[in-house]
T-cell receptor, first 115, second 113 residues
C-alpha cells in the first residue's frame, strides 16, 4: 500500500520556466511533509518542508503548497535551472509508537531542466 | 560530504551469502534510519535506532537485522541473500528521533549475483 504517491516518473522543463512536481498521500495522520532532491551517486538531500498547519512554505526559488482536503502537495521551482535536474522525492511523516517518527517516501520524479 | 558515512560504497556478492553494511551518523546525531531503494522504487523504510535502541521497524525482512553500537554507528546485516535484495541501501541520521530533516549518506549499492 503506497501511502505517498508521485504519479509522474519524469518531467522535462525549459530553463527559466516553472517546474511543478506533484505528490499525493492517503494517510490523513501525516502531519509533516518534506521534499528531498537526489543527484546520481549521492544520497537524498533535504530541500524544503511544510507542517500540516500551513498551506504554503517558500524558500528562495522553491515553494511547497499543501492542500490537506485533497491530500495533495506540490513543489514549485521558479525559475528552473539546469542544476535543478535531479530526482525529487516527496516524503511524509507522522508520529508512530511513542515519539518515534519515520519518513514515508514516494517513488520520485526525475526532473530534467533543458538549457 | 553530508557527514553520514556509509561503507562500502559498492558490494557484489552471491546468492545465499551474508553481508554487513556500515553507517556512521553525523556527529551529534543519535538516531539512525535504514532505507532500501530498489530499481524504480521509492525509499522503503527498514528500521530505526535511537541511542542504541531499536525505535521502529518498517518493511524489514526476517533475513535482515540491524544494531546500533555505543559509539552510535550502525550496521545492517543481510543474510541468505537473494537476487531481489539487489538495491541501494541508505542510512540517514537525525539529532533526535523526530524524523524531521534526515541527513542521508551516499548509500551502499548491493548487487547479488
Amino acid at each position: 500500500d503506497q501511502q505517498v504517491k508521485q504519479n509522474s516518473p519524469s518531467l522535462s522543463v525549459q530553463e527559466g520556466r516553472i517546474s511543478i512536481l506533484n505528490c499525493d498521500y492517503t494517510n490523513s495522520m501525516f502531519d509533516y511533509f518534506l521534499w528531498y532532491k537526489k543527484y546520481p551517486a549521492e544520497g537524498p538531500t533535504f530541500l524544503i518542508s511544510i507542517s500540516s498547519i500551513k498551506d504554503k512554505n517558500e524558500d528562495g526559488r522553491f515553494t511547497v503548497f499543501l492542500n490537506k482536503s485533497a491530500k495533495h502537495l506540490s513543489l514549485h521551482i521558479v525559475p528552473s535551472q539546469p542544476g535543478d535536474s535531479a530526482v525529487y522525492f516527496c516524503a511524509a511523516s507522522r508520529t508512530s509508537s511513542g515519539s518515534a517518527r519515520q519518513l514515508t517516501f514516494g517513488s520520485g520524479t526525475q526532473l530534467t531542466v533543458l538549457p | 560530504d553530508s557527514g553520514v558515512t556509509q561503507t562500502p560504497k559498492h558490494l557484489i556478492t552471491a546468492t545465499g551469502q551474508r553481508v554487513t553494511l556500515r553507517c556512521s551518523p553525523r556527529s551529534g546525531d543519535l538516531s539512525v534510519y535504514w532505507y532500501q531503494q530498489s530499481l524504480d522504487q521509492g525509499l522503503q523504510f527498514l528500521i530505526q535506532y535511537y541511542n542504541g535502541e531499536e525505535r521502529a521497524k518498517g518493511n524489514i525482512l526476517e533475513r535482515f537485522s540491524a544494531q546500533q553500537f555505543p559509539d552510535l554507528h550502525s550496521e545492517l546485516n543481510l543474510s541468505s541473500l537473494e537476487l531481489g535484495d539487489s538495491a541501494l541501501y541508505f542510512c540517514a541520521s537525525s539529532v533526535a528521533g523526530q524524523g524531521y530533516g534526515y541527513t542521508f549518506g551516499s548509500g551502499t549499492r548491493l548487487t547479488v549475483v
